[in-house]
Protein backbone atom coordinates (compact mmCIF):
# COMPACT_ATOMS: atom_id res chain seq x y z
CA UNK A 1 0.00 0.00 0.00
CA UNK A 2 1.59 3.25 -0.91
CA UNK A 3 -1.00 6.10 -0.30
CA UNK A 4 0.66 9.31 -2.19
CA UNK A 5 0.78 6.89 -5.53
CA UNK A 6 -2.67 6.21 -5.39
CA UNK A 7 -3.49 9.62 -4.39
CA UNK A 8 -1.64 10.76 -6.67
CA UNK A 9 -3.25 8.81 -9.37
CA UNK A 10 -6.63 9.03 -7.74
CA UNK A 11 -9.41 10.49 -10.19
CA UNK A 12 -12.21 11.22 -7.76
CA UNK A 13 -12.65 14.72 -8.43
CA UNK A 14 -11.48 16.69 -11.81
CA UNK A 15 -8.48 19.05 -10.12
CA UNK A 16 -6.56 21.03 -12.20
CA UNK A 17 -3.06 20.09 -12.07
CA UNK A 18 -1.98 22.91 -10.85
CA UNK A 19 -4.02 22.14 -7.71
CA UNK A 20 -3.48 18.27 -7.52
CA UNK A 21 0.40 18.92 -7.50
CA UNK A 22 -0.20 21.41 -4.02
CA UNK A 23 -2.45 18.98 -2.68
CA UNK A 24 -0.05 15.89 -3.55
CA UNK A 25 2.79 17.84 -2.29
CA UNK A 26 1.21 18.70 0.86
CA UNK A 27 0.11 15.11 1.19
CA UNK A 28 4.03 13.86 0.67
CA UNK A 29 4.94 17.18 3.33
CA UNK A 30 2.33 16.01 6.15
CA UNK A 31 3.55 11.99 5.64
CA UNK A 32 7.76 13.80 5.63
CA UNK A 33 6.90 15.58 9.03
CA UNK A 34 5.10 12.67 10.99
CA UNK A 35 8.22 10.53 9.99
CA UNK A 36 5.80 8.19 8.32
CA UNK A 37 7.31 6.06 4.77
CA UNK A 38 4.66 5.82 2.23
CA UNK A 39 5.07 2.38 1.94
CA UNK A 40 4.71 1.87 5.53
CA UNK A 41 1.45 3.36 6.28
CA UNK A 42 -0.79 0.81 7.36
CA UNK A 43 -3.77 0.84 6.59
CA UNK A 44 -6.00 3.82 5.58
CA UNK A 45 -8.05 4.18 8.16
CA UNK A 46 -4.84 4.16 10.65
CA UNK A 47 -3.36 6.73 8.33
CA UNK A 48 -6.60 8.96 8.56
CA UNK A 49 -6.63 8.78 11.77
CA UNK A 50 -2.71 9.79 12.34
CA UNK A 51 -3.53 12.51 10.40
CA UNK A 52 -6.70 13.87 12.52
CA UNK A 53 -5.04 13.38 15.28
CA UNK A 54 -1.76 15.33 14.10
CA UNK A 55 -4.19 18.23 13.25
CA UNK A 56 -5.88 18.53 16.42
CA UNK A 57 -2.78 18.51 18.36
CA UNK A 58 -0.79 20.66 16.52
CA UNK A 59 1.80 18.21 15.21
CA UNK A 60 0.77 19.25 11.61
CA UNK A 61 -0.27 23.35 10.79
CA UNK A 62 -3.55 23.86 9.76
CA UNK A 63 -2.32 25.59 6.51
CA UNK A 64 -1.15 22.74 5.62
CA UNK A 65 -3.77 21.46 2.96
CA UNK A 66 -4.70 18.16 3.30
CA UNK A 67 -8.42 18.13 3.09
CA UNK A 68 -8.33 15.93 -0.14
CA UNK A 69 -5.76 13.65 1.20
CA UNK A 70 -8.09 13.24 3.98
CA UNK A 71 -11.11 12.63 1.86
CA UNK A 72 -9.45 10.38 -0.53
CA UNK A 73 -8.34 8.19 2.36
CA UNK A 74 -12.03 8.28 3.89
CA UNK A 75 -13.10 7.61 0.57
CA UNK A 76 -11.15 3.88 0.62
CA UNK A 77 -13.22 3.52 4.29
CA UNK A 78 -16.40 4.04 2.83
CA UNK A 79 -17.95 2.54 6.50
CA UNK A 80 -15.54 4.36 8.54
CA UNK A 81 -16.59 8.10 9.75
CA UNK A 82 -14.15 10.46 11.16
CA UNK A 83 -16.50 12.79 13.43
CA UNK A 84 -17.37 15.99 11.80
CA UNK A 85 -16.07 18.85 14.14
CA UNK A 86 -19.31 21.38 15.66
CA UNK A 87 -19.01 24.44 13.62
CA UNK A 88 -22.20 25.89 15.00
CA UNK A 89 -19.82 28.61 16.81
CA UNK A 90 -18.19 29.40 13.26
CA UNK A 91 -21.47 30.18 11.60
CA UNK A 92 -23.13 32.08 14.42
CA UNK A 93 -20.06 34.79 14.24
CA UNK A 94 -19.48 34.99 10.45
CA UNK A 95 -23.97 35.77 10.45
CA UNK A 96 -23.87 38.28 13.21
CA UNK A 97 -20.75 39.85 12.00
CA UNK A 98 -21.79 40.45 8.36
CA UNK A 99 -24.99 41.90 10.05
CA UNK A 100 -23.68 44.03 12.27
CA UNK A 101 -20.77 45.06 9.25
CA UNK A 102 -24.17 46.09 7.15
CA UNK A 103 -26.17 47.76 9.72
CA UNK A 104 -22.87 49.96 11.11
CA UNK A 105 -21.18 50.84 7.51
CA UNK A 106 -24.16 53.02 6.28
CA UNK A 107 -21.41 55.42 3.59
CA UNK A 108 -19.66 51.79 3.17
CA UNK A 109 -17.68 51.90 -0.94
CA UNK A 110 -18.68 49.55 -2.80
CA UNK A 111 -15.35 47.44 -1.96
CA UNK A 112 -16.88 46.93 1.80
CA UNK A 113 -20.39 45.83 0.21
CA UNK A 114 -18.82 43.72 -2.00
CA UNK A 115 -16.65 41.76 0.66
CA UNK A 116 -19.85 41.79 3.18
CA UNK A 117 -22.14 40.12 0.06
CA UNK A 118 -18.83 37.78 -0.76
CA UNK A 119 -19.16 36.22 2.20
CA UNK A 120 -23.28 36.60 2.48
CA UNK A 121 -23.18 34.13 -0.64
CA UNK A 122 -20.80 31.56 0.78
CA UNK A 123 -23.05 31.35 3.62
CA UNK A 124 -25.90 31.17 2.18
CA UNK A 125 -25.11 28.72 -1.57
CA UNK A 126 -21.68 27.16 0.14
CA UNK A 127 -22.28 24.04 -2.74
CA UNK A 128 -22.51 26.50 -5.83
CA UNK A 129 -18.81 26.93 -5.97
CA UNK A 130 -16.73 30.17 -5.58
CA UNK A 131 -19.06 33.52 -5.50
CA UNK A 132 -16.26 35.23 -7.10
CA UNK A 133 -17.40 33.16 -10.29
CA UNK A 134 -21.12 33.82 -10.01
CA UNK A 135 -23.20 35.13 -13.33
CA UNK A 136 -24.86 38.45 -12.34
CA UNK A 137 -27.92 36.59 -13.14
CA UNK A 138 -27.20 34.30 -9.38
CA UNK A 139 -29.28 37.43 -7.57
CA UNK A 140 -32.16 38.59 -8.12
CA UNK A 141 -34.13 41.02 -6.44
CA UNK A 142 -38.09 41.95 -7.15
CA UNK A 143 -40.19 44.81 -5.59
CA UNK A 144 -43.59 43.05 -4.30
CA UNK A 145 -46.72 45.02 -2.98
CA UNK A 146 -46.34 46.82 0.08
CA UNK A 147 -42.78 47.96 -0.77
CA UNK A 148 -41.32 44.39 0.17
CA UNK A 149 -38.04 43.03 -1.57
CA UNK A 150 -37.55 39.86 -2.32
CA UNK A 151 -34.02 38.55 -2.35
CA UNK A 152 -33.34 35.35 -4.39
CA UNK A 153 -30.07 33.22 -5.19
CA UNK A 154 -29.60 30.87 -7.34
CA UNK A 155 -33.34 30.54 -7.60
CA UNK A 156 -33.81 30.40 -3.37
CA UNK A 157 -35.65 32.99 -1.55
CA UNK A 158 -33.30 34.42 0.77
CA UNK A 159 -35.60 34.81 4.34
CA UNK A 160 -35.45 38.35 6.23
CA UNK A 161 -32.45 39.59 8.24
CA UNK A 162 -28.88 40.41 7.86
CA UNK A 163 -27.73 38.62 4.61
CA UNK A 164 -30.76 39.51 2.55
CA UNK A 165 -30.40 42.81 3.26
CA UNK A 166 -26.34 42.84 2.14
CA UNK A 167 -26.92 41.32 -0.66
CA UNK A 168 -29.85 43.91 -1.55
CA UNK A 169 -27.26 46.58 -0.93
CA UNK A 170 -24.77 44.92 -3.56
CA UNK A 171 -27.92 44.13 -6.15
CA UNK A 172 -28.19 48.10 -5.89
CA UNK A 173 -25.05 48.69 -6.62
CA UNK A 174 -24.93 46.27 -9.74
CA UNK A 175 -27.91 47.69 -11.60
CA UNK A 176 -26.95 50.84 -10.83
CA UNK A 177 -24.05 50.75 -13.51
CA UNK A 178 -26.53 49.85 -15.77
CA UNK A 179 -27.47 53.92 -15.89
CA UNK A 180 -24.99 55.99 -18.56
CA UNK A 181 -23.97 58.37 -15.58
CA UNK A 182 -23.08 55.79 -13.57
CA UNK A 183 -20.85 53.77 -16.38
CA UNK A 184 -19.22 57.51 -15.86
CA UNK A 185 -18.44 57.54 -12.87
CA UNK A 186 -17.48 53.80 -12.34
CA UNK A 187 -15.08 51.24 -14.71
CA UNK A 188 -16.79 50.51 -18.02
CA UNK A 189 -15.58 46.88 -17.67
CA UNK A 190 -17.76 46.74 -14.53
CA UNK A 191 -20.92 47.94 -15.59
CA UNK A 192 -20.32 45.46 -18.89
CA UNK A 193 -19.44 42.30 -16.96
CA UNK A 194 -21.60 40.10 -16.71
CA UNK A 195 -20.62 38.36 -13.21
CA UNK A 196 -22.05 39.40 -9.79
CA UNK A 197 -18.67 39.92 -8.50
CA UNK A 198 -16.41 41.57 -11.47
CA UNK A 199 -13.04 42.67 -10.67
CA UNK A 200 -12.05 46.34 -12.31
CA UNK A 201 -10.77 44.84 -15.97
CA UNK A 202 -14.38 43.01 -15.97
CA UNK A 203 -13.29 39.49 -15.29
CA UNK A 204 -13.53 37.16 -11.72
CA UNK A 205 -11.95 38.56 -8.95
CA UNK A 206 -8.46 36.73 -7.36
CA UNK A 207 -8.94 33.61 -5.74
CA UNK A 208 -7.83 35.68 -2.76
CA UNK A 209 -10.59 37.73 -2.79
CA UNK A 210 -13.01 35.66 -0.05
CA UNK A 211 -9.45 35.07 2.49
CA UNK A 212 -9.06 39.00 1.89
CA UNK A 213 -12.83 39.80 2.92
CA UNK A 214 -12.53 37.64 5.69
CA UNK A 215 -9.59 39.52 6.79
CA UNK A 216 -11.03 42.89 7.06
CA UNK A 217 -13.82 41.07 9.66
CA UNK A 218 -10.93 39.39 11.58
CA UNK A 219 -9.05 42.67 11.54
CA UNK A 220 -8.23 43.21 15.70
CA UNK A 221 -8.53 39.49 16.57
CA UNK A 222 -12.21 39.19 16.27
CA UNK A 223 -13.67 36.20 15.19
CA UNK A 224 -12.71 32.36 16.31
CA UNK A 225 -9.09 31.18 16.06
CA UNK A 226 -8.03 29.76 12.38
CA UNK A 227 -11.41 30.90 10.49
CA UNK A 228 -11.13 30.33 6.96
CA UNK A 229 -13.34 30.53 3.87
CA UNK A 230 -13.02 26.58 3.55
CA UNK A 231 -14.23 26.13 7.58
CA UNK A 232 -17.14 28.71 6.67
CA UNK A 233 -18.36 26.84 3.24
CA UNK A 234 -17.76 23.05 5.74
CA UNK A 235 -20.00 25.27 8.07
CA UNK A 236 -22.60 25.76 5.75
CA UNK A 237 -22.94 22.86 4.63
CA UNK A 238 -22.68 21.01 7.70
CA UNK A 239 -25.67 22.98 8.70
CA UNK A 240 -27.68 21.95 5.37
CA UNK A 241 -26.67 17.96 6.38
CA UNK A 242 -28.16 18.76 10.27
CA UNK A 243 -31.13 20.38 8.51
CA UNK A 244 -31.65 17.02 6.07
CA UNK A 245 -30.79 14.66 9.38
CA UNK A 246 -33.76 16.44 10.92
CA UNK A 247 -36.29 16.63 8.39
CA UNK A 248 -36.11 12.66 8.02
CA UNK A 249 -36.11 12.33 11.61
CA UNK A 250 -38.84 14.03 12.09
CA UNK A 251 -40.16 12.54 9.26
CA UNK A 252 -39.83 8.93 10.68
CA UNK A 253 -41.45 9.45 13.94
CA UNK A 254 -44.36 10.98 12.09
CA UNK A 255 -44.75 7.46 9.81
CA UNK A 256 -44.09 5.36 13.26
Not at 105 to 120: G, I, N, T
Not at 134 to 147: C, D, F, I, Q
Not at 195 to 200: E, K
Not at 224 to 231: L, R
Request: some cysteine.
Amino acid sequence: MDPIEEFEAFEGKAYSESTRRVYLSAAKKALRLLRIAPDKCGSYEELSCLLHQALADGTLPKTLRIGAFLSFLESKNPGVRVEEPDYGPVRTWILDRIERETKAVREASHYVRRDLALLACLCLAPDEGAPRRWPKSALTVAREKGGRFMVKLWGKEVEGGGLAVTLLYWHTWRERLDRPEQRRMYRKAWAYSDLLFPASNGGPLTKHALRNALLRLTAGGDGPAGVTPGMIRRAFIQLEGLDLRAARSGRVRKES
